[in-house]
Structures are given as C-alpha cells and as structure tokens.
C-alpha cells in the first residue's frame, strides 16, 4: 500500500538532547513537508521541501533542522535550541500539482508525539 | 498573504442533527479549498475538495461549497453520527504561492448518542 510512514509513534526527550523524527512516503512526491500541532491549534509549517536537496524554512523553523537526501524520506530533528518541542508532529506530502489542481493533495502521516523527560 | 479563518469550537451535536462548521478564506490567486478531518491521535485525512468557483465536494454525506463571492467554504451534513466525532480542518493551497497548504485552527465535533 502506499503512503506515508513517520516513526516512531511516540518518543522522549531528555534535556539538551537532539531527536530524529522519521519520514518516509512511496507515493512518488516531489513535495514533503513537516508541521508541529499543538493543542488546540491548527498546524504550524516547519520546513518544506520541493526536490531533493533542497527545502525551505516555514514558519517556525528556529530549533529544528531537516535534510532531503532521498525523495521518499524527510527526517525532522529538533535540536537542543528548541526549548519548547512536545507537540505532535506531523509530516506531509503532494506533488508538484503545476496546472493540475485536482492532483494538488496533501497526505499526511500517523504523526509523531514528542514529550520532554 | 493566504489565510483561512475557521469556526471556533469545540462543536457538540446529538445524533442526528444538522452539522455546519464555517470557513472563510483569503487568497491571493485562485485556490483550491479542502476539508481534512483528524481523528484522535492520527494524523489528517482528506475528506473532501473543490478546485474552482462554484464546485461542490462530497464524500461521506459531507458537503462543501466553494463560494466566491463571500471566499466561504462551509462544512454541512445533514444528519451526524457518533463516529463523525473528530477535529475537522479548513485548508486552501494557491499555485500562486508555491503550492502551500494553509490550515484553519481546526474544530472539534463532538456527537453524543
């Protein structure tokens, strides 16, 4: 079956540690991305990335690091700088829909709950 | 910029009843609108889309039309079961602006038996 892959499903963070949050799609897009939701929030946009070796900050970058080695994977860090991660956390990804709208979708992930020890 | 201005919840219906949760839009090109729905602890899925003015998605008796005019594309069913309980979100992506979703804060329904 396709889709998207994010594990671990739950992890833990110990104080001035770096994480790694994995993402892995085989739908065959161009396009992946990372969000953090919060409680009672909508989704915040972490990175982005359209093609591999490149991506984008989104809105709330600071603390985190990405990288897009291979298409079908997009793994997450949160660094040490990030004082605040427990979140769940949410990867995404499309194609690059161009002038075919109907094939502009994004599928998410099971998502990934980070808690703070 | 884009954004989208959800409903406020949490929303909570008997079974059912008559479901609306409101969404409105700013966009700077021509978006497509979406309706994702979360259930607890998973992430988004898809539950229904119109690329231009006038379309209506559907799916699952859920139903959304793109309105124009008043930049609204309100969520409708006509009769909610228990297992409609979950967080329901607002999305538009515009090419105009690199293909990027944006998200409305989302709202919790709730249906009781």
């Known amino acids: 079956d396709g889709g998207i892959t994010q594990s671990p499903k739950y992890l833990f963070r110990k104080e001035g540690q770096n994480v790694t949050l994995s993402c892995e799609q085989n739908l065959n897009h161009d396009a992946m991305y990372w969000y953090r939701q919060d409680p009672g929030q909508g989704l915040r946009l972490i990175y982005y990335?359209?093609?591999?070796?490149?991506?984008q900050k989104g809105d709330i970058a600071e603390g985190y690091s990405v990288s897009r080695e291979k298409k079908e994977s997009f793994p997450l860090t949160v660094t040490s700088a990030q004082k605040n991660p427990t979140a769940f956390y949410l990867c995404?990804?499309?194609?690059?829909?161009?002038?075919?709208?109907?094939?502009?979708?994004?599928?998410f992930g099971a998502g990934t709950r980070l808690s703070v020890l | 910029g884009d954004s989208v201005t959800q409903m406020e919840g949490p929303v909570t219906l008997s079974e059912e009843a008559f479901l609306t949760i409101n969404c409105t839009y700013t966009?700077?090109?021509?978006?497509?609108l979406f309706w994702y729905v979360q259930y607890p602890g998973e992430g988004l899925q898809l539950l229904l889309k119109?690329?231009?003015?006038?379309d209506k998605g559907s799916n699952k008796g859920f139903e959304a039309t793109y309105r124009k005019e008043t930049t609204s594309f309100h969520l409708e069913k006509g009769s909610v079961q228990v297992s409609d309980s979950a967080v329901y979100f607002c999305a538009l992506s515009d090419q105009y602006t690199g293909n990027q979703f944006y998200f409305g804060t989302g709202t919790s329904l709730t249906v009781i038996p």
């Open positions: 966009a700077t090109g021509y978006p497509s």
């Open positions: 990335s359209q093609i591999v070796n490149d991506f």
């Open positions: 995404a990804s499309s194609t690059i829909a161009g002038g075919n709208l109907a094939k502009n979708i994004q599928y």
């Open positions: 119109a690329t231009k003015a006038d």
